[in-house]
C-alpha cells in the first residue's frame, strides 16, 4: 500500500508537469491548419498557374526568359511568395512548438526515438525558417524585378523546403510509432484503441509523398492531449489501471 500511495503522488507531480505541455498541442494543431491552409491555397491557386513556368526559367538560369515572364504576371500574384512565407513561418511555429513538447516528455522518461523525432523538427525548424527567408527574398526580387536574385534564390528554395517538410514528416511518424508502442498502456488508463493508433502511425506513413498526412496525428494528440502523459506512467511497475 506504501509503494502505491508514493507512486499515486510521483503520478500526480509528474502529470502537473507534463499538463503544461500537453496544452501546447492545441498550439500545434492551430499552426499546422493555418499553415497547410495558406500553403495548399497559394501553391495550387497562384503559383501553380502563375508563377511554376518563372520559377522552371529561374532554374535553368534563362535570364532573359525571367523578364518576359515577370511583365506577364498580374501585381497581386507577385505578392503570393510572401504569402507563402507566412505559411512556413506558421510551420516552424508548429515545429518549435512541438520540440518543447517532446522535450517535456523527455524530462520525464527519455526514449531514443523521441529524441530522435525532436531532433528531427529542429532540423525541420530550421529549414523552414530559411525557407521562409528564401520566399520572402524572391517576393523582393519580384517587386524590384530583379532576375539575378530571383535565379539564385530559386536555386536554394526548395532544397530548404523539401528538407522542411521531409524532416517534419519523418518525426511525425518516430512520433507515432513511439506512441503505438504504447498503445497497451494508452488503452489501459485512457481507453485510446489500438486499432486507432495504428491507423495514425500508418496515415503518417504517407506524410513522406505529402506533409499533410501528419495532420490527422496531430488534431488527434490536440484531441486527446493527455495521451502525452502516459510517459508519466512508464516506470512505474504496478498496474496502470488502477493508478487513473
Not at 523539401?162 to 489501459?188: D, G, Q, T
Not at 485510446?192 to 496525428?217: C, E
Amino acid at each position: 500500500m506504501k509503494e502505491i500511495g508514493l507512486a499515486k503522488k510521483v503520478i500526480e507531480v509528474r502529470l502537473k508537469f507534463l499538463k503544461r505541455y500537453s496544452e501546447r498541442l492545441k498550439h500545434v494543431a492551430l499552426f499546422l491548419v493555418l499553415s497547410f491552409i495558406v500553403l495548399i491555397c497559394v501553391k495550387w491557386l497562384i503559383i501553380m498557374p502563375y508563377i511554376n513556368r518563372l520559377i522552371t526559367l529561374a532554374e535553368a538560369g534563362d535570364v532573359t526568359g525571367i523578364q518576359e515572364e515577370l511583365s506577364k504576371l498580374p501585381s497581386a500574384v507577385k505578392v503570393s511568395p510572401l504569402l507563402y512565407s507566412i505559411g512556413l513561418i506558421l510551420l516552424a511555429l508548429s515545429s518549435w512548438t512541438l520540440i518543447t513538447v517532446l522535450h517535456g516528455a523527455l524530462k520525464i522518461q527519455y526514449s531514443m526515438t523521441i529524441d530522435s523525432a525532436r531532433l528531427l523538427l529542429f532540423f525541420s525548424f530550421v529549414s523552414c525558417c530559411l525557407s521562409a527567408l528564401f520566399w520572402a527574398g524572391l517576393f523582393y526580387a519580384f517587386s524590384t524585378g530583379d532576375s539575378e536574385t530571383i535565379v539564385l534564390t530559386t536555386r536554394s528554395i526548395f532544397f530548404a523546403e523539401r528538407m522542411c517538410r521531409l524532416c517534419f514528416s519523418a518525426s511525425a511518424i518516430a512520433f507515432s510509432y513511439h506512441i503505438f508502442k504504447l498503445a497497451e498502456i494508452v488503452n489501459k488508463i485512457y481507453g485510446v484503441p489500438k486499432k486507432v493508433l495504428l491507423l495514425l502511425f500508418i496515415v503518417n506513413l504517407f506524410s513522406i509523398f505529402d506533409i499533410i498526412f501528419t495532420l490527422p496525428f496531430y488534431l488527434y494528440l490536440n484531441r486527446k492531449r493527455k495521451i502525452i502523459h502516459v510517459f508519466a506512467y512508464l516506470d512505474i511497475k504496478i498496474d496502470w489501471s488502477k493508478l487513473s
